[in-house]
């Protein structure tokens, strides 16, 4: 069930700007923000104690590709926490002015210097405890890769090769067997 996010309380305003989970300040007026039941929405919301507005904190769409070339998925060892040294595909936040297509491009270039050509959605990925939301696009590789300024390290596994068990995320995996499924009908 969503909620509308004009039905709060009266004498609240909404705040047009969202907050990072764990931001205990206000970005609009720097007072405290308190955990508070506002019950138009019928749930906590974060309440700033000295303006009243609510501040909402939501999941943040993340975006990325499965790179393949000849068969072969390029899959990169992170080198930034977290997961640090952990295998993944190119993928990262979304920033504002740009498609899910673009940030997904945008991503596979600035960590695997790496041009791609979308082929198509692989899944959205979204966990009950998580903070992201993960939009994967299957895609070819159209130059060679080499290693961005957080990439440890890169190479091109066949889908026997995935190492499973050093992967970096939740979303990794499913997004990789997701993707085994599409190409070769098995996972
Ligand atoms: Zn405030």
């Known amino acids: 069930m ?10 609240t305003t909404v705040a ?13 007026c720097g007072g405290s923000l308190v955990e508070q039941f506002v019950s138009a929405e019928g749930r906590d919301r974060l309440v700033c104690t000295q303006c009243a507005r609510i501040h909402y904190v939501n999941p943040a769409p993340v975006a990325g590709t499965i790179p393949v070339s000849d068969g072969r998925l390029w899959l990169l ?14 993928a990262g936040f979304m920033e504002m002015g740009e498609t ?35 939009i994967v696009y299957a895609a070819d590789a159209l130059t060679e890769p080499s290693a961005g300024e957080e990439t440890l390290a890169f190479a ?32």
């Open 156 to 187: 091109a596994f066949l889908p026997q090769e995935i190492p499973w068990s050093e992967l970096a995320f939740a979303s990794t995996r499913d997004a990789l067997q997701d993707w085994i499924r599409a190409a070769h009908g098995t996972a």
């Open 77 to 90: 060892q992170r080198g930034i926490e977290p997961r640090l040294g952990y295998w993944t595909f190119p």
């Open 2 to 11: 969503g909620y509308e996010r004009d039905r709060v309380p009266a004498g």
């Open 16 to 28: 047009a700007m969202t907050v990072s989970a764990g931001t205990d300040f206000c970005p609009g």
């Open 100 to 134: 899910v297509e673009e940030a997904a491009c945008r991503e596979t270039r600035e960590e695997l210097n790496l041009e791609v050509r979308l082929r198509g959605l692989i899944g959205v990925y979204s966990y009950a405890t998580g903070t992201t939301i993960h």
